[in-house]
């Protein structure tokens, strides 16, 4: 039976829904999605304790280490020799998220070389469909993955489906403080779903914005999505703008369209739950248009 060790939290997902979750050794202190990832050994985790920081905190400790060249993720040697894994799954996007390319070299340097490693790089949909491809092939389940891509490609295809009359401006905010604008696959869902992007460019990397973009940009709709938060750190975090008068000024706040979603599940990770947060947007852009689309209870909520 192949060993396989998870550094990426959508690939644990994925490897859930192909049914190869008995082959899983290790994962990510992220990996919690289905609840009984949550079991299996941990063998990485950050340097550091972010759930006893504020976001502006958060990015200055990111910033701090990134300059140093200072480690985000430490390994856990003992835990990763104990899994002797024959297949890594990790991911080359961004060296914040998730483990990178200098802990896939030391995980392979701890286990002398040994396991093979895939290397996963989505930057829009189509990429994380070929990506639950790429995993389904290398763990042996063809046939499950083909089923799966299938199934999350019909849920895309309702949604591009939708009648719509208009496309409003729509602004993905994916961290409050300091603001960064979303990119990767995020602009893409947005035109999918319904809405006009114009903050961000699909593929491309989130990026730090100033207030002033989004007064320009002035969005009828804003998605709170902040990486890796749930709605109620998100709403915690939104307290820095309260006061800003040129947060105020903006048409979603005034007009009262500005919504949290739970973007540690659907958003900030690129596996199949993202279709999800795709239908999620849709609700949010069209309500009416997508009523016979349905989305887990509590996945977003208008301020």
Not at 19 to 41: D, L, M, W
Not at 167 to 187: D, I, M, Q, S, Y
Request: hydrophobic share 40%.
């Amino acid at each position: 039976m192949l060993r396989i060790v998870s550094f990426l939290p959508s690939a644990t997902e994925t490897l859930y829904e192909l049914g190869a979750a008995s082959e899983i050794v290790g994962v990510t202190h992220e990996c919690k999605y289905p609840p009984a990832a949550r079991r299996k050994p941990q063998v990485i985790r950050p340097s550091f304790d972010p759930s006893a920081m504020t976001g502006r905190e958060i990015d200055s400790k990111i910033v701090e280490l990134v300059h140093s060249g200072a480690d985000i993720y430490a390994i856990n040697d003992m835990a990763l020799r104990k899994a002797k894994p024959d297949l890594i799954i990790a991911q080359g996007l961004c060296e914040v998220c998730s483990p990178f390319t200098k802990e896939i070299g030391r995980a392979v340097k701890i286990l002398g070389g040994a396991p093979d490693v895939l290397v996963l790089d989505p930057h829009d949909l189509d990429d994380i469909l070929v990506s639950i491809m790429d995993v389904a092939e290398k763990v042996g389940r063809v046939k499950e993955g083909r089923k799966l891509v299938a199934s999350l490609q019909r849920r895309i295809d309702a949604v591009r489906a939708m009648k719509v009359k208009q496309r409003p401006k729509v602004a993905c905010v994916e961290w409050v403080n300091p603001l960064f604008t979303a990119g990767h696959w995020v602009p893409q869902m947005v035109e999918y779903a319904g809405g006009t992007n114009g903050m961000s460019v699909t593929g491309e990397q989130s990026r730090r914005m100033d207030i002033g973009e989004l007064v320009r940009f002035d969005p009828e709709i804003m998605v709170m999505m902040p990486c890796g938060f749930g709605i109620k750190r998100t709403l915690k975090e939104m307290n820095v703008l309260k006061d800003n008068e040129k947060w105020n000024s903006l048409r979603a706040v005034k007009g009262g369209k500005v919504y949290a979603v739970e973007a540690g599940s659907y958003f900030s990770k690129p596996g199949p739950r993202t279709v999800t947060g795709l239908e999620i947007l849709a609700k949010i852009i069209h309500p009416e248009a997508s009523r016979k689309i349905s989305v887990p209870k509590g996945a977003y909520k208008k301020l």
